[in-house]
């Protein structure tokens, strides 16, 4: 049977493509010339240098974490560039002027913009590179005071803003990636919803790699006020390279008194050939803040692609009664690498976090679920459920588990119930027997696994995210 | 029922077949025409369940000689989902569990590939429950069953009840239901054996897999077939299944000998 379920998880990447565009490309390598490159680039005030020096001598003295259940040849930093933009280089003020070459990409891949993006009522800050293009219904969503731009614009525009949540929820230091990101980030999305205001449509990045050896490093920092709420969607697609790009993002989310942020990814970056070869290296550092009371911070995220992924957005529930999300759909085949999972720090009294992840393990490939949950001596009643499965494809493939549990309050609770399943030989036969093939049973059988995810999605994504597990898995049955 | 001018649906010629490299089938013969029943019986490890799979194609299992028309086509030159549309239908002696997928799910994917591959119409969800509420009310199902998960944490008569179903919806040629009557109680076996006689009719064809003669009392078997170490060695009407209740296998297997004796 196995070669049945081997073909169903071989199916080619259908975002493979490079977009012919000329991009204005820093020098390879990495030193304080430069991170004053990208800032002087970038036109940055001088408060953000000092904050981009300061993180980048912080990471010259740390060391690249070894605890993650992954493996791969050492990085060379200095091997990388860290600035590509493509030109012309000019700010854009609307579709119209926007490179014919990089619409088609963005058509090839699907994203909705231009008319589509009005039909689907999604706004769209596009990061190419590292350079963000264009920000659609900007003028709409300002009706209401909510500023949707690139971080880089909010630099200029908005700088009390950032420079007040800049790094409060991810300080530069905090951890080897979330460093050189702090040190070297390139654009990314900048979100603030104000005080009362509902955000009247689903916001949406999307992200793409498309030059070989340059790293993206964004930096998205979202704001919701006393009572505001939002949703934004994340998706992510790269070109394929035999070589490894770096990836090292940080989220930053910040949830004050009564508000709510809900966080979905779709992540599709290049996962390497069916041998290992080529692939993104998805290091990423996303922490929401429940800063106020009765707040809220969910985390969605269905993850397909990337050679490696690591990555654990977390909640510090600070707000007493606030709640944190975390639901995870994690895919992995042929040589790719997954240590994900989430982080609840329980501060205030009576938070509560919930935690489903599913990790379905394809190919000879190796899904690793690493979560936290703390419960501070500070959290009466705090209360914690943690569910997490794994589901196994053929033979060759790992699932690992690894909660870590600190409860240090007696009146809290934690709950935590884990399970590991594999698709048989057995099920595919009776689902053969009643006129069903291989593919369609493996995805039944997958979706069915991950309901519980795919209905914390936005209607669309959970129909693109059912597509996808689809896609990665075809062929690996036969 | 036998009548005189049926076609012959399954024709099986010295069938061998191994699994694990074991042989278990050891040259069986048996003929199907439509409009017939059949029950197997014989002794547990005889290669019944082995020889039900192996008609519907298990991957676990290696034909290693002999030969199987189905409808006047080779068998073995159809992958396991193409005889089920062709409308072999194998109810499992134990019905695997499939969890998350919810059994309403499952069952209109089953009915909608069926129908496509004979090139009828597919029913949309609303129009596929009414459907199945219907036919579920033949075998008194309870409409919950849909909503759970297919066959997990069903008990044994309830899975079974689930495998008549899902006959009942695909409408078979040849049904082969492996120990359908093992697990149910009197009152479930009365009912199951009535939907099972419902959906009998002259174009089609029932073997039974069973050790007991009351579910032949329900339904009633046209040949009663013995089966011991991978074959078929003795067949007789119904009352053949009477003395096999009352003295057991071991003669036939005597009988067997004897006979192989003769011949030597
Ligand atoms: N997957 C398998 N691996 C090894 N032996 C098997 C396997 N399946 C069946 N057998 C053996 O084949 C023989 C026939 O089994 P089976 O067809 O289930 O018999 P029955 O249904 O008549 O009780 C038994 O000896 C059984 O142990
Ligand atoms: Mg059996």
């Known amino acids: ?478 | 029922m036998i009548y005189q001018d049926s076609k012959t649906l399954l024709a099986v010629r010295g069938l061998h077949a191994t699994v694990n490299g074991i042989e278990i089938l050891k040259g069986l013969d048996l003929t199907v025409k439509s409009g017939e029943v059949h029950a197997i019986m014989g002794p547990n490890g005889s290669g019944k369940s082995t020889f039900a799979k192996v008609l519907a194609g298990h991957p676990a299992y290696a034909v290693s000689g002999g030969a199987v028309v189905f409808e006047g086509g080779n068998l073995f030159e159809l992958k396991p989902e193409a005889r089920a549309r062709a409308g072999v239908f194998l109810g499992f002696q134990y019905p695997i569990e499939i969890p998350g997928v919810a059994n309403s799910q499952f069952l209109r994917l089953a009915y909608n590939t069926v129908q496509a591959g004979r090139g009828k119409d597919e029913l949309d969800p609303l129009e596929f429950d009414d459907f199945v509420r219907e036919k579920m009310k033949l075998l008194e199902m309870n409409p919950d069953f849909l909503d759970r998960s297919v066959n997990e944490g069903f008990s044994g008569g309830e899975k079974k009840r689930n495998e008549i179903l899902q006959m009942a919806l695909l409408e078979p040629k040849l049904a082969i239901l492996d120990e359908t009557d093992s697990g149910l109680d009197i009152d479930a076996l009365r009912i199951v054996a009535g939907g099972v006689n419902q959906l009998a009719n002259k174009d089609n064809a029932i073997v039974l897999v069973t050790h007991y003669q009351r579910l032949l009392n329900y339904i009633v078997p046209d040949y009663v077939h013995v089966m011991d170490a991978g074959r078929i060695v003795k067949t007789g009407g119904k009352e053949l299944a009477l003395e096999l209740e009352a003295r057991g296998y071991d003669w036939v297997g005597a009988e067997v000998k004897a006979n192989a004796g003769v011949n030597a």
């Open chain 1, 1 to 478: 049977m196995s070669t049945v379920l081997q073909d169903l998880v071989n199916q080619p990447y259908q975002h493979g493509f490079v977009t012919d565009i000329e991009a204005d490309v820093a020098p390879k390598g990495l030193s304080e010339d430069t991170i004053r490159l990208i800032s002087g680039k970038k036109n940055e005030p001088e408060w953000l240098l000092e904050l981009r020096l300061s993180a980048y001598r912080q990471w010259l003295k740390m060391e690249e974490p070894q605890w993650p259940n992954v493996k791969y040849p050492k990085i060379d930093f200095q091997a990388i560039s860290y600035y590509s933009a493509p030109k012309p280089k000019k700010t854009l003020g609307s579709m119209n002027e926007v490179d014919p070459e990089l619409l088609r990409t963005f058509e090839k891949l699907g994203v909705p913009m231009n008319e589509r993006a009005k039909l689907a009522g999604v706004a769209v800050d596009v990061i190419f590179d590292s350079v963000s293009v264009a920000t659609t219904y900007k003028a709409k969503l300002a009706e209401v005071g909510i500023i949707f731009c690139s971080i880089s614009e909010a630099v200029h525009e908005h700088p009390e803003l950032v420079r007040k949540y800049l790094g409060s929820v991810v300080p530069v230091g905090d951890n080897y990636y979330a460093a050189l990101n702090s040190a070297v980030f390139t654009d990314g999305s900048f979100c603030f919803i104000p005080r009362g205001v509902k955000c009247p449509m689903d916001l949406s990045t999307y992200f793409r790699i498309n030059t070989e050896n340059t790293g993206q490093f964004e930096r998205t920092l979202i704001v919701a006020e006393e009572g505001a709420s939002v949703s934004y969607l994340e998706g992510c697609t790269a070109p394929k390279f035999d070589t490894n790009q770096l990836h090292a993002a940080v989220v930053e989310l910040v949830a004050l008194d009564d508000a709510d942020i809900k966080y979905s990814t779709v992540q599709n970056w290049y996962a390497g050939d069916e041998n290992g070869l080529g692939g993104i290296y998805n290091f990423v550092t996303k922490r929401g803040l429940c800063k106020g009371v009765n707040s809220r911070i969910s985390w969605t995220q269905v993850e397909t692609g990337s050679a490696i992924t690591w990555k654990y957005p977390s909640c510090v529930l600070r707000g007493d009664n606030s709640v944190g999300e975390f639901y995870s759909v994690a895919l992995t085949n042929h040589y790719q690498q997954a240590d994900t999972g989430t982080k609840m720090i329980h501060l205030g009294k009576n938070t509560r976090s919930t935690i489903v992840s599913k990790g379905i393990s394809a190919g000879h490939s190796n899904n690793s679920y690493r979560g936290l949950v703390r419960i501070a001596p500070t959290a009466a009643g705090a209360r914690n459920y943690s569910q997490c499965d794994s589901m196994l494809i053929g033979e060759r493939c790992g699932a690992n588990t690894f909660p870590y549990i600190q409860v240090n309050n007696p009146s809290a609770k934690v709950e935590h119930e884990a399970s590991t399943s594999k698709i048989g030989e057995d099920q595919l036969f009776y689902f053969a027997q009643r006129g069903v093939g291989a593919e369609e049973a493996v995805s039944m059988i997958i979706n069915g696994f991950c309901k519980d995810v795919f209905q914390q999605l936005p209607m669309e994504f959970a129909v693109e995210a059912t597509k996808l597990l689809g896609l990665k898995l075809e062929g690996s049955v036969g």
